[in-house]
């Protein structure tokens, strides 16, 4: 054991370098996933089906597809095309797509649980589409939508591990170089467990306090600093509504 | 006050209706709502539509706004063709951009008010002049705060409307409908989602705007003394069809039509 713990302390920096590698590939993801999901979704809300027909097949087929595939497609094939992308950069466009289209749905799901009265005020007020989404519908899909963003993007931090076979040294390979070293399978994979629950955790935290801020801004729910604090939440707060 | 006057005929330049419906028909499945349904409201006037649940009122309310959209018949606005008009002998819809025209004009008060969560009262009533009428922020932050003085908000104008009870929040969406400046207003059953306490408050609120304007009103409710104060004309319904037509004296005191003494008897006791 204690010769585990000093290739630990060898492999850290090493570690820390495939933390940092398995954090690009997943905000990089995570940043393609939500513009993506964001478009697809209120494609998918189209009059037009000239616009909703394509954005189902994309999303189908990116959803359905597995994403080892899709990796493997987009760094051995792709070039076969003469289109060749950097290791990095196929590990953020194949989660961007693969999640994409997950998020895409969570997208619609959110915006059609907007009361429809508040698509109705906005008519009645005469807003053009694109002002009615961006300033008032949005706003209140995004309260609704982060848990379950939440749980997509820790999906996607796991399923980055997948990079490993695109030649990328993220956590999962260093983990495996970790093994290599102190032959101890039982050590080394339960250090892996930790540092992908921890990178998994602040993820998580960070979305939490992104959900308290934008439920916040549709008036409902305590502040960050009420629930970071964990002082009693104010009774006035949303009471008196009918 | 204007004086109740007959409804003028469509297509005058000079006297067209405020609002016409022709042969109006709006069917949800198989249930036939409004089976050619044709009034009209002149300019200024304020008519009450009475009638009991599932007649057809709030539809007519909704085609006005174009929250739903009519099988058939026309809809006219100062005369204009609405949603709908004739071209080579058939009845074609008319582009949403000619529709946002004359959209404008007509303002909506909803029963459930419908305000913004995400922006405070001040944002939810300068929203739409800024952003769908090009005001200056200034020239419409000054036509909100005389807005929410006239509804009696004016000290909730930075809070949100989460923090204010259902009759604060109808009093602001009176006031964020009327920032538009609209010549026809819609009031759909305003009081209906409100604790009884709190009605007395709207209906005072819109009293006081019924005879300081000219606005022309279209107005469902189920307070009768409401309908008879500040209407010109009320109209009852049943079964989508006006069964009976009269002024609120005559309506509420020597209703002719079975349907209309029945109706009245129920809600008045």
Request: charged residues 20%.
């Amino acid at each position: 054991m204690p010769d585990n713990l000093q290739s630990l302390v060898d492999a850290l920096p090493r570690l820390g370098e495939g933390v940092v590698v398995t954090l690009q590939l997943t905000l990089g993801g995570a940043a393609l996933a939500f513009v993506l999901a964001v478009a697809l979704g209120l494609a998918a809300r189209a009059r037009s089906l000239w616009l909703r027909t394509p954005t189902r097949v994309v999303v189908e087929f990116f959803r359905g597809t597995s994403l080892v595939v899709q990796l493997f497609w987009l760094f051995y094939v792709l070039p076969v095309f003469g289109f060749r992308l950097e290791s990095m950069a196929v590990g953020i466009v194949a989660l961007g797509l693969n999640y994409g289209a997950y998020g895409s749905e969570v997208v619609r799901g959110s915006l059609n649980a907007v009361p429809v009265g508040q698509w109705e005020a906005t008519k009645a007020l005469s807003l053009g589409p694109v002002h009615r989404v961006r300033r008032v519908i949005l706003p209140q899909a995004w309260a609704l939508m982060i848990p379950l963003l939440t749980n997509l993007l820790i999906q996607l931090l796991k399923g980055s591990a997948l990079a490993t076979y695109i030649l990328l040294h993220d956590v999962n390979y260093e983990i495996g170089q970790l093994r290599i070293a102190t032959r101890d399978t039982f050590f080394s994979y339960a250090v892996g467990l930790l540092v992908y629950f921890a990178l998994a955790y602040v993820l998580t935290l960070g979305m939490n306090a992104l959900e308290v801020r934008a439920k916040r801004r549709v008036g409902a729910g305590p502040t960050l600093r009420e629930v970071v604090r964990l002082a009693p939440v104010p009774t006035s707060v949303g009471a008196g509504a009918a | 006050m204007p004086e109740p006057h007959a409804p003028t005929p469509a297509g005058d330049p000079t006297g067209a209706p405020a609002i016409e419906l022709v042969d109006v028909v709006k069917r949800f499945g198989a249930t036939t709502v409004l089976d050619g349904l044709s009034f009209a409201v002149a300019k200024g006037e304020r008519v009450a539509l009475i009638g009991p649940s599932g007649s057809g009122k709030t539809t007519i309310l909704r085609l006005l706004m174009t929250l739903e959209e009519a099988d058939g018949g026309f809809l006219y606005v100062d005369g204009e063709p609405y949603t709908h008009e004739v071209r080579d002998g058939r009845r074609v819809p008319i582009p949403e951009k000619r529709r946002r025209r004359v959209r404008r004009r007509v303002g909506m008060v909803f029963q459930q008010f419908n305000l913004f969560p995400n922006m405070t009262v001040l944002g939810n009533i300068i929203e739409a002049p800024v952003h769908a009428l090009g005001l200056a922020r200034e020239e419409a932050v000054a036509r909100a705060d005389r807005l929410l003085e006239q509804v009696g908000m004016a000290d909730k104008r930075d809070a949100r409307p989460t923090a204010l009870s259902g009759g604060q929040q109808q009093r602001v969406a009176i006031a964020r409908a009327l920032a538009m400046d609209p010549e026809i207003l819609l009031l759909d059953e305003v009081t209906s989602a409100l604790d009884p306490e709190l009605v007395v408050d709207v209906l005072e609120v819109l009293r006081t705007l019924a005879e300081t304007t000219d606005l022309t009103m279209l107005i469902v409710t189920h307070e009768m003394q409401f309908a008879r104060d500040v209407s010109h004309r009320v109209l009852m319904f049943d079964r989508g069809r006006i069964v009976e037509e009269a002024d609120p004296e005559t309506m509420f005191t020597a209703p002719t039509h079975v349907r209309t003494q029945a109706f009245l008897k129920a809600v008045l006791g």
